[in-house]
């Protein structure tokens, strides 16, 4: 094959981001995510040298079925990446990988999300390995993936701390979450996740993106939430902050050491570089969960959202 595509809707469209982006570094195949829901209405060009993934935690996403269905018709090899075993999506692929991440109790994805970005991390993994990824490469992303759940517990850990900063985020009317390359699908999903929990307005952009507009809309009222991972583009990111900063942004910053220019910095450990978007994820989706608690929010079943979306 010569080209990913990863089909998903909403969280599995993000995690989909965070994958292609393994896929890519790990595997030097060209790949990218697109939401399930727009693909399927484009009359797509099906390429048959391309892998169509289709992520959904349900496996009964209507969107997302009825493009795996449109690939299918065309002779697209596709693959599933789903939770529940034995789901529609699940029946309808040519194989794939079940997530087997338990119950998703909430109708917000939360351990799912997580969860498929570590699948996909293996998927990027067995990809790059039949192709030319080092073994010392390969051995170092899989000790890395065995790190991920003690290091997790690191973040959830600063519970306490992160529902005092989501105290003060409930008092928004607005919020903007920025983050480049691989912090910026990071930055998207936990926007989601704020709005579909707290019902707080919150947009997320590409820190690059920020000079291009966005910055019109930075004030004191305006938090942002800045996702910092301290790879070759710290640098940049920090100007990003201070640019904010010179505007009177406040700003929260999500990283792997503190960062001057924010008010606060929820502090992650490290993981490997192509791994460190599933370790910031956690305390976002904390902050998401703890603003909603603080506004006193159904967390568990918010409002206008269905477990899984089985309609056109």
């Known amino acids: 094959m010569r080209r990913v595509k990863i089909l998903g809707c909403g969280s599995a469209y993000y995690a989909g981001q965070i994958g292609a982006q393994m896929i890519e570094e790990l ?3 060209p790949a990218d995510a697109e939401p399930a829901s727009e ?3 484009r009359n797509p060009v099906v390429d048959p040298d391309t892998l169509y993934v289709a992520v959904s935690q349900s496996g009964e996403t209507y969107d997302t079925l009825a493009a795996v269905q449109e690939l299918k018709r065309k002779g697209a ?3 599933g990446v789903v939770n529940v075993v034995g789901s529609a999506v699940a029946r309808e692929t040519d194989g794939g990988i079940y997530l087997h991440a338990g119950p998703e109790v909430s109708v917000v994805s939360t351990k799912c999300f997580t969860n498929t970005a570590v699948a996909l991390a293996l998927l990027a993994l067995h ?3 039949v192709r030319d990824l080092s073994v010392a490469d390969g051995r170092r992303i899989l000790a890395g993936l065995r790190r991920l759940p003690e290091q997790i517990g690191q973040v959830l850990e600063q519970e306490e701390g992160i529902a005092e900063l989501a105290a003060g985020l409930a ?3 607005s919020a903007m979450f920025v983050g480049r390359v691989r912090g910026y699908p990071v930055a998207r999903e936990a926007a989601q996740k704020l709005k579909e929990v707290s019902y707080v307005h919150a947009e997320a952009y590409p820190a690059s993106e920020l000079k291009h507009g966005p910055l019109a809309l930075i004030e004191p009222e305006v938090p942002t939430v800045a996702v910092v991972p301290d790879d070759e583009l710290l640098d940049k990111n920090r100007a990003t902050l201070e640019e904010i900063a010179a505007r009177g942004g406040r700003i929260l910053a999500v990283a792997h050491r503190v960062q001057e220019t924010a008010e606060h910095t929820v ?5 490997e570089p192509e791994l460190d978007p599933v370790l910031l994820g956690v305390p976002l989706q904390l902050l998401a969960y703890h603003t ?3 506004l006193g929010r159904d967390v ?3 409002r206008n959202l269905a477990k899984s979306v089985t309609v056109d």
């Open 292 to 294: 909603a608690l603080a």
């Open 39 to 41: 693909f399927r209405h």
């Open 300 to 302: 568990d079943r918010p």
């Open 27 to 29: 595997a030097r195949i």
């Open 267 to 271: 502090v992650v450990p490290r993981n």
């Open 77 to 79: 090899r596709v693959l």
């Open 171 to 173: 008092r928004a009317r």
């Open 127 to 129: 990809l790059g390995r």
